[in-house]
């Protein structure tokens, strides 16, 4: 089927900005709408052909292992009272046995480092990154899928991109864009968080990505790149000109779910789309303006 069939998910985040509900609720695990941020971001693997998925955890984040258990007892209650409609939410959110694994990640070194914990699970294969912080919304035409379909004609690394202003280059990582054909993008150079003014571009990598795994290698060398962390973005950054580097301009809909106001914005947004509950949402907004 895919020719990638593993992906990386980094969750070892602290989730500072959510306190306090992120004291006990891991935010991988907050939802939008009724689904957690996880379970988005492993259906659109899913959808890309994925069943295999490595979690890098950290400690205190045990329930992200719990929430891919079958919920037994549940499943028992439902069933007994009959009701088909949650048990089938339940089904289709589960994962067969063996398709979650997880890492943990001993200390916070950086994103890089999150994605090397994987690196004996991944072994010598193309993988794919998804960071859930990011939702991103297209069901027609899901980011990774779009991005699986463009590995298996041109090769190589690919990330997803979109444009932001100017003024937020500085919390990206960003691309010095080469040539362009349609939404693929020649990636010449890649820099991450550039300083305020000095980005070559306004192509932000949003959260997607598909290695080769020699990026595995580059970041086994540890070197700490912006905030004295690990980059995943610089060990990219050396695999350019060794191989194939393309960015796919993701055109669907993004919500930064690791900000308060996106997470807040994305459930509106989903909730609208929803035939049960988008109505009363509607309404509501409408008799609401600002
Ligand atoms: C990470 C990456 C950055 C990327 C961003 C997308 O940064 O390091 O290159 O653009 O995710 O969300 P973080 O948001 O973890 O600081």
Redesign the pocket.
């Known amino acids: 089927m895919s020719a990638i069939e593993i992906a990386v998910l ?1 969750v070892g ?1 602290m989730g500072t900005r959510f306190l306090p509900a992120t004291k006990s609720v891991a935010k991988e695990l907050l939802p939008v709408v009724d689904r957690p941020l996880l379970q988005y971001a492993v259906d659109e693997a899913r959808a890309a052909g994925i069943e295999q998925f490595v979690l890098i955890t950290a400690r205190g984040k045990a329930s992200l292992a719990d929430y891919f258990d079958v919920a037994g007892e549940l499943v028992q209650t439902l069933a007994e009272r009959g009701k088909t409609q949650e048990l089938e939410v339940l089904a289709a959110a589960q994962l067969p046995p063996g398709a979650v694994m997880t890492v943990r990640q001993q200390q916070p070194l ?3 480092h999150a994605v090397w914990c994987a690196r004996n699970i991944v072994g010598r294969r193309p993988f794919a990154v998804l ?1 859930p ?2 939702l991103l919304w297209d069901p027609a035409a899901p980011c990774l899928k779009q991005m699986v379909e463009a590995h298996a004609r041109l090769g190589g690394n690919l990330v997803a991109t979109m444009e932001v202003p100017a003024e937020e280059t500085h ?4 691309v010095s864009p080469g040539r362009s054909d349609g939404l693929i993008t020649e990636v010449r150079g ?1 820099v ?2 550039p300083a305020p003014g000095t980005a070559p571009s306004r192509l ?4 997607r990505y598909i290695l080769e795994p020699e990026v595995m290698d580059e970041l086994g060398k540890g070197r700490r790149g ?2 004295g ?1 690990i ?3 610089d060990a990219m950054a050396e695999l350019i000109g060794r191989q194939p580097f393309h960015a796919l301009t993701f055109t669907g809909k993004r919500f ?1 779910c ?1 900000d308060k106001s996106g997470h807040v914005i994305a459930n509106v947004a989903l909730a609208l789309e929803r035939p049960d509950i988008g109505p009363a949402v509607r309404a509501w907004l409408a008799a609401n303006p600002a």
């Open positions: 980094p985040g950086g994103l890089g960071l912080d990011e919390r990206y990582g960003i890649l991450e968080k932000a990598v949003v959260g912006a905030g962390e980059q995943l973005t930064d690791g």
